[in-house]
């Protein structure tokens, strides 16, 4: 079967999912989609460290658990769908790679909730933990890279310019219109380079 790779670009609640092959040197998109990991999309639900801060402790951390519980399942559920869809197409779906912010290792809750900076980290970081949990269900091979490498990265393993790298991927997205926005093209790139780890590996 011919190979695909997922690439996700995450913000608090939601998903950019791009799936992508690779066909004479361009990415070819499979399949996109904006994934909500909460199934109440609000503002409670899509900041649950935020909504924590107001709450006692215990009931904190319960409700924080139940929306990365809630986040895990729902990316479980699209993942296996979009994978199931692409072997009916002849594609592999095994590996992924995620868009990290800073990538910065977060601490006890407590402390979390005493800091607005960590708050919004934390936010972010719960959704991303959730993409790599429902991957490794799913028997992804998933990796992550910062987003501000992502382009740099890419463009040594393949020797080709950053802005040549962007160009393509724009053009990827034209068949499939709107919404093309710096989040799947980020996504696709992200896919891009799973794909190309795999190959130079």
């Not at 909504?51 to 559920?77: G, N, S």
């Amino acid at each position: 079967m011919k190979q695909a790779a997922l690439g996700f670009r995450v913000h608090s609640g939601w998903t950019a999912l791009v799936a992508v092959a690779v066909e004479n040197g361009r990415p070819r998109v499979l399949a996109r989609q904006r994934l909500h990991l909460v199934e109440t999309f609000n503002y409670r639900f899509r900041q649950p460290y935020h909504t924590a801060k107001r709450m006692p402790r215990e009931q904190a951390a319960a409700f924080v658990a139940t929306v990365a519980a809630e986040a895990k399942r729902l990316a479980e559920a699209a993942i296996r769908v979009v994978q199931s869809d692409l072997q009916k197409q002849g594609y592999a779906l095994e590996r992924a790679s995620l868009l990290l912010a800073s990538g910065r290792t977060l601490p006890a809750l407590e402390k979390i909730l005493a800091s607005h900076a960590l708050i919004h980290t934390a936010d972010g970081e719960l959704f991303r933990e959730a993409l790599l949990c429902a991957g490794k269900q799913c028997d992804l091979a998933a990796f992550t890279i910062k987003e501000r490498e992502l382009s740099e990265t890419l463009s040594e393993l393949l020797c080709i310019k950053p802005p040549v790298l962007m160009s393509r991927v724009t053009a990827a997205g034209k068949p499939l219109g709107a919404p093309w926005s710096q989040d799947e093209k980020f996504a696709t790139l992200a896919a891009w380079l799973a794909l190309s780890r795999r190959k130079h590996s």
